[in-house]
C-alpha cells in the first residue's frame, strides 16, 4: 500500500510537470510563426554581395523549421543604400542587410565596422570583434539609434581598382574622375581623385564612354561579371589597399530584437556565424579563376608600385587623424583597433609564413 502511495506521487509529479511543459509549449506556439522582412543594400543575384544575404535569411528560416523565417526583399529603384539606416531606426522596416560603411556620414566611427584602409583580413578583423572588445563598441555605437548589429558576413579583399592611366606614383591620382566610396575615398581626394557617385547600373557605360577614369568597385570575382574588362585598354591595379576585407551586417530595430525568444536570437547568431565562415571560404575561392579570365581578355593586371602603397598608407593615417578629432566615437574605436592589431602583429609576424 506504501508502494502505491509513493507511485501514485510519482505519477502526479510527472503529470503535473508535463502540463507545466505543455503549457509553456503551448503559450510558444500560440505566439504562430514569426516572419520579418530584410531589406536589402544589394541585389539578390549579385555575387556575396547580395547571394550571402539570400543565404543567411535561408539560414535562419531553416535553423527554425520555418517557425521563424526571414525573408530577402530586393532594394528599391531609386533608394540609396544609406536610407535603410534611418528607416529601421525609425521602424519603418524592421530589418536590413548591409554593411556599415554606409553610415559614413552620420558617424565616420560606423565605416570602422565594415571595412579599414590597410586594414586587417578577415580573421583578425573577427578576432578583434569577438576577443578584442569590438563587438562591445560596435554595440554603444548603435544603442542610441535603437539599433542592433551583428556580423553576418565576410568577403574577401577588394581589387585596387581599373585605371585608363598607368599608376606610377601617387601624382598619377591627381584630376581623375573616380568611382570610389568610403574611407578609401577620402584618402584617394587628398591626392587630388574627384570622387564620383555613380549606380553600379552605370558604371561600364561610364567607364567606356570616359566620363569616368578609374571605377573601384569590387573583387574580382565581381568586378568580372559587371564586364568592366571589356571596356577598353585598362589596368587592373591590385591590392585592394582601402578593403582588405568588408564584414557585412545584419542590421534590426531594438524593440524587434528584444520581442525575439532567447531561441530565435541564438538561430539568428547561429545564422550569421555561419554565414561568415561560407563568405570567406567562398570568397578565397572564387578570385583566381576571374583573374585569369580578366588576364585572357588581355587586360594589364598589376601591383601598386611599393611607393605608392607607402604614400597612401601615410595619407590615410591623416585621415583617421582628422576624425579622431571630429569624432569622440571614432578616435576610441580607433585606438582600440589599432592597440589590438599592434599586439596581434607578434603573433602574426612570428605564426605565419610570409
Known amino acids: 500500500m506504501r508502494l502505491a502511495k509513493i507511485s501514485l506521487r510519482a505519477f502526479c509529479c510527472c503529470v503535473a510537470c508535463l502540463l507545466v511543459g505543455t503549457a509553456a509549449a503551448g503559450a510558444e506556439t500560440a505566439r504562430g510563426p514569426t516572419e520579418w522582412r530584410m531589406a536589402s543594400a544589394f541585389p539578390g543575384s549579385a555575387v556575396q554581395l547580395g547571394t550571402s544575404g539570400r543565404r543567411f535569411a535561408e ?9 521563424f523565417a526571414i525573408r530577402f526583399v530586393e532594394p528599391e529603384t531609386g533608394e540609396r543604400p544609406s536610407a535603410l539606416f534611418d528607416r529601421v531606426s525609425r521602424g519603418q522596416i ?30 583578425e578583423y573577427i578576432a ?7 563587438a ?36 598619377d591620382f591627381e584630376g581623375l574622375k573616380m568611382r570610389t566610396f568610403g574611407l578609401g575615398a577620402q584618402v584617394l581626394e587628398l591626392f587630388g581623385v574627384e570622387p564620383q557617385r555613380v549606380s553600379a547600373d552605370n558604371l561600364l557605360s561610364s567607364l567606356r564612354n570616359g566620363s ?8 574580382p570575382a565581381i568586378d568580372v561579371g559587371i564586364g568592366f574588362a571589356d571596356a577598353g585598354p585598362l589596368h587592373y591595379y591590385f591590392p585592394g589597399w582601402h578593403q582588405q576585407t568588408t564584414l557585412f551586417e545584419f542590421l534590426v530595430g531594438r524593440p524587434a530584437w528584444l520581442s525575439l525568444t532567447e531561441a530565435q536570437r541564438r538561430q539568428v547568431r547561429t545564422a550569421c556565424g555561419d554565414n561568415v565562415m561560407h563568405g570567406i571560404a567562398e ?17 594589364r593586371v598589376k601591383r601598386f608600385p611599393p611607393e ?26 580607433w585606438a582600440s583597433m589599432t592597440r589590438f592589431r599592434k599586439e596581434y602583429r607578434v603573433w602574426r609576424d612570428l605564426g605565419y609564413v610570409r
Open 308 to 333: 605608392v602603397l607607402s604614400g597612401l598608407e601615410k595619407a590615410w593615417h591623416e585621415i583617421a587623424a582628422i576624425h579622431s578629432t571630429k569624432s569622440k566615437n571614432f578616435e576610441r574605436i
Open 136 to 171: 562591445a563598441l560596435r554595440d554603444e555605437l548603435y544603442e542610441p539609434y535603437g539599433l542592433v548589429s551583428l556580423v553576418c558576413g565576410a568577403m574577401a579583399p577588394e581589387a585596387g581598382g581599373w585605371y585608363r592611366r598607368e599608376i606610377r606614383s601617387v601624382k
Open 283 to 299: 570568397g578565397e575561392a572564387i578570385q583566381a579563376r576571374a583573374i585569369l579570365e580578366i588576364q585572357r581578355k588581355g587586360v
Open 212 to 219: 569616368l577614369d578609374a571605377v573601384e568597385f569590387s573583387m
Open 94 to 123: 524592421t530589418a536590413a542587410w548591409t554593411t556599415p560603411a554606409y553610415w559614413l556620414e552620420t558617424d565616420p566611427a560606423f565605416a570602422l565596422f565594415s571595412s579599414v584602409p590597410f586594414g586587417p583580413g578577415a580573421p
Open 128 to 134: 578583434w570583434m569577438y576577443y578584442g572588445g569590438g
Open 59 to 67: 539560414t535562419v528560416s531553416a535553423l527554425s523549421g520555418n517557425a
